[in-house]
């Protein structure tokens, strides 16, 4: 087996025989002692994934790192000299996506398929294989940790789905990946399940072990007595995620829901703090696409396709091909034309397919995909409810030119 650099600890991941489901009644005890309060895990770098509380430490017990932030600026100025000298580290977690210490986000509705992609690219990185299909390479095997808040009982099954599946595919690495059914609260930090304790958590846990990434899932159940919307609470929540960051070294990634309007919920703060933020959105029954609204470091990339595959007691993603793609790319081109032909008028989806002999569901993943940015919707009766009657209608953003004739 091939180590992580800073070298895990050999019991922490050793490899474990094919997992199964529990029983029902094994099942049943679980999910009773999930909801109420875990069972303590062992100290330091122990076998087995941790399932325990958070126990904060004493009062006056110092953080650790904390001597050298009381002098932060202590030897920080650099001339120029030393600045040009400075080399960029090489911490890739996934190549031209993200690196380690920098905060993301992954937004997407209810059912969207957002936990089963975030689930899905942790187990790449915790085994080094390639994510979304090979389009993304791991530069090496790293630490994560997934805390989660929602879902508890399907993040099980889901888990077991995904590890049978990567070792049905040959996968031979056991996964550098810690499981916790608590999330860290970002707005109260120093409650006992607040980010400082579960920064020492971390630390005792993983016993100064590399962590490449921390998971969040979700905002809304980090923030609790927080208000999302709010600019002095968001960016206290933020503060505590970046606190997260500089003591563990990881990149924490926080999941996150959308509003009424498909855009992410809460203040705009969260949006301009983030160092990527990746949407998930659904367009027709098991189609779903990933799209990039922003990469600070990374390369912006074309919107993704990925569909379900029933497995097991659960379900695993499965990354859509070059030709699906190509097809795609046909009909967006194709919509386009229609869309402008047609001018000022609104079209529905029914309305454009039939013009390019599409089934409706093709052209609404065009629409909510690859051409969200360039095209205006709204409900064809905008004083009543969404329904089968009252379909959304589209129509091509009209693009000032300071060339274009008045």
Not at 15 to 39: G, K, V
């Amino acid at each position: 087996m091939n180590h992580l650099q800073g070298e895990l600890a050999p019991d922490l991941f050793k490899d474990a025989t094919p997992m199964t489901e529990a029983t029902p009644s094994e099942a049943r005890t679980e999910e009773h002692a999930a909801a109420a309060e875990p069972e303590p895990g062992g100290g330091g770098a122990a076998a087995g994934i941790p399932v325990g509380p958070i126990t904060p430490a004493p009062v006056d017990e110092p953080h650790k790192g904390a001597g050298r932030r009381q002098e932060p600026f202590a030897g920080a100025f650099l001339t120029l000299q030393q600045l040009y000298a400075q080399q960029d580290p090489d911490n890739w977690i996934i190549d031209n996506l993200f690196c380690r210490g920098e905060l993301l986000m992954v937004v997407g509705d209810s059912g969207t398929g957002k936990s089963y992609l975030v689930l899905d690219m942790l187990f790449a990185i915790a085994t080094g294989e390639s994510w979304a299909g090979g389009r993304f390479a791991i530069p090496r095997r790293q630490l994560c940790i997934y805390s989660y808040g929602e879902g508890r009982r399907g993040i099980r099954k889901r888990t077991i789905a995904r590890h049978n599946h990567y070792r049905e595919g040959g996968g031979e690495e056991e996964p550098a990946l810690l499981m916790l059914p608590v999330i860290p609260q970002l707005f109260d930090s120093t409650a006992p399940d607040g980010a400082e304790a579960f920064i020492r958590e971390c630390q005792r846990v993983t016993a100064g072990q590399e962590v490449g990434v921390v998971v969040i899932d979700t905002l809304n159940r980090a923030s609790r007595g927080g208000d999302e919307n709010s600019t002095p609470d968001s960016t206290l929540m933020l503060a505590h995620a970046e606190r997260i960051q500089q003591e563990t070294g990881a990149a924490v990634l926080i999941v996150h829901h959308v509003n009424k309007t498909g855009s992410y919920r809460g203040n705009t703060t969260l949006r301009g703090a983030m160092d990527g933020m990746l949407e998930v959105r659904r367009v027709a029954d098991n189609e779903h696409i990933l799209h990039c609204d922003k990469l600070r470091d990374g390369e912006i990339f074309d919107d993704l396709g990925f569909h379900f595959i029933s497995y097991e007691q659960s379900a695993v993603l499965a990354w859509d091909g070059p030709s699906r793609e190509r097809q795609g790319d046909s009909i967006n081109s194709e919509i386009v034309a229609v869309l402008e032909g047609a001018g000022e008028e609104w079209l529905t989806a029914k309305q454009i397919g039939e013009s390019i002999d599409q089934p409706s569901p093709n052209v609404i993943r065009a629409l909510q995909g690859a051409l969200r940015s360039q095209i205006n919707f709204r409900l064809e009766d905008s004083t009543r409810a969404a329904s089968n009657r009252n379909p959304k209608v589209y129509q091509l953003k009209q693009i000032w030119s300071p060339y274009k004739e008045e």
